[in-house]
């Protein structure tokens, strides 16, 4: 997965997103990864994951970005690019163990955003 495209794709549509590891709660066996997403299209609530890992985070955020907020990745079809939502529509049958973020990080790196 490609977080940092990710972050960079959020970033793009004006929301600040975070993503933080506390040695301390890492110490203490809690759980040491933090994503934060606020402003742009996140204003008014932001988004807070506490989770064991990144993609933990992300699993959990993406979904809630998408729904919430209506966070998308590239643009419509008219402008030439890849057009998908982070959050996948059912006929997407992911297999063998594929996460949503793993396919969508697929999907960044052979179709990205134009910069």
């Not at 600040?16 to 204003?43: N, Q, Y």
Request: with cysteine.
């Amino acid at each position: 997965m490609d977080t940092v495209l990710i972050l960079g794709v959020l970033a793009e549509q004006g929301v600040t997103a975070i993503l933080k590891a506390d040695g301390e709660r890492m110490r203490e066996g809690a759980r040491p990864w933090t994503f934060v997403a606020r402003g742009g299209l996140v204003s008014g609530r932001p988004v807070r994951i506490d989770d064991d890992s990144v993609d933990r985070c992300l699993e959990q955020a993406l979904p809630r970005l998408t729904s919430d907020y209506k966070i998308t990745i590239g643009g419509p079809p008219s402008m030439g690019s890849s057009f998908f939502l982070i959050n996948l529509p059912e006929e997407v049958g992911l297999t063998g163990g594929v996460s949503k973020v793993d396919y969508l990080s697929d999907q960044l790196l052979k179709h990205p955003p134009a910069c």
